[in-house]
């Protein structure tokens, strides 16, 4: 294995971290628990979110996770019940997990958005804020989230033993 593959390994193995079912708590007052889960598909190189919220408010979303071309982060890419297409910068370390769309893409920025999620010890909970910015520079909350790992469902341990393809 050459350098450049096992760096690729290694980044693909810190979204480990994310593998599992998750419960979804948006901060609103009336916004029900929803359920995120994030699975392995082709090989191993790519991640799969999937997120419901049983809200009109809150879209129903897929989500393809990959490796940055750049090899410095992810990709996310983005596609909602609306019809809506996106794609966010994403980062994620041992602590915190990070999302930015500051540019167009398959729709126009007419805002800029950016998510922060710190894993709580044990990494079964990740406290989580959505921000919005007319101008990219003043930031302004949109909502926090709080996702907690639904016990017995597979998590970062498991997901090393598996290669799910939805």
């Known amino acids: 294995m050459n350098d450049t593959e096992s760096a690729r390994r290694r980044a693909l193995a810190r979204l480990d971290a994310l593998v599992g079912d998750w419960t979804e708590q948006v901060d609103l007052p009336g916004v029900p628990a929803g359920r995120m889960s994030f699975q392995w598909t082709l090989d ?16 129903d979303s897929v989500a393809i996770i990959a490796l940055a071309a750049d090899g410095t982060g992810c990709t996310q890419h983005y596609f909602d019940s609306r019809g809506v297409v996106r794609t ?66 597979p998590g970062p341990a498991a997901s090393l033993e598996r290669n799910d393809t939805p």
């Not at 540019?103 to 044990?122: I, K, M, S, V």
Request: aromatic letters at 14%; zero cysteines; charged letters at 30%.
């Open 44 to 59: 191993r190189q790519f991640l799969v979110q999937r997120s419901e919220i049983p809200n009109p408010d809150f879209p």
């Open 88 to 153: 966010y910068a994403m980062t994620l370390d041992e602590r915190t997990w990070t999302l930015l769309r500051d540019r167009p893409d398959f729709t126009p920025l007419d805002f800029a958005q950016r998510f922060t999620g710190t894993f709580a010890t044990g990494g079964d909970t990740i406290i989580a804020a959505w921000e919005t910015s007319d101008d990219g520079e003043h930031w302004r909350k949109d909502f926090d989230v709080t996702y907690t790992r639904i016990p017995g469902t």
